[in-house]
């Protein structure tokens, strides 16, 4: 990983990108094209990720998205500045985060948090390997499955110490773990499976 300083400089979208830019463009009205602003910049912070290991924005590149649109730089710098979705600064290949909102903390998420740590991440920061960005966020919206926690662009619920270890430890290794319940539940179905609708469930 790279802090992504020359490819930020000369940043221009692939081919495939440009295309999927222009698609998303002509989904608003003209003259209203500075509406595609957030999509442009996860767009451009997934190609920043694809070409460095670190998924962020740089000034280069939200400036790039900014012209793009006819928009001024500060515009598009207060909309990536705001949403959390968006990084203004390295991270790991993984950017691990955690979810501290009540209901993940009632069912364990200091737990998680402490696999994270016994694990060398930090708060913050890149571990040394540039594998890791460890964050503590606000509601990610699994609640019924808590406690979870948000890589990149999957979520892994029903967490305990243990499988946040083994998450980690399969990812340090090149693996891509099975995203959602790590106990084996279909989105938010009750532990153990479904106890009604059993017909429409095909669970009888």
């Not at 279909?186 to 009604?196: K, Q």
Request: glycine share 8%; charged share 20%.
């Amino acid at each position: 990983m790279t802090d992504g300083a020359p490819v930020a400089t000369a940043f221009a979208w692939t081919a495939e990108n440009a295309a999927e830019a222009a698609r998303i463009i002509a989904l608003y009205p003209a003259g209203r094209q500075a509406s595609a602003v957030m999509p442009l910049l996860w767009l451009a912070q997934g190609q920043m990720r694809d070409a460095t290991g670190s998924a962020w924005l740089p000034v280069p590149v939200i400036e790039f998205v900014a012209r793009q649109l006819g928009m001024p730089y500060i515009r598009a710098y207060e909309v990536a500045s705001f949403y959390t979705m968006y990084n203004l600064k390295p991270v790991g290949r993984f950017h691990v985060q955690v979810c501290g909102t009540t209901p993940c903390q009632l069912r364990g998420s200091d737990e998680i948090m402490r696999a994270c740590k016994d694990k060398g991440l930090k708060k913050g920061t890149i571990t040394e390997d540039g594998l890791f960005t460890l964050s503590e966020v606000e509601c990610l919206g699994a609640c019924a499955n808590a406690p979870m926690v948000q890589i990149n662009d999957d979520n892994y619920e029903d967490l305990t110490h243990a499988s946040m270890t083994a998450i980690l430890e399969a990812l340090a290794r090149g693996e891509s773990p099975a995203p959602g319940s790590q106990i084996g539940r279909t989105a938010s179905c009750p532990e153990g499976g479904p106890t009604s609708l059993l017909e429409m469930t095909g669970a009888r």
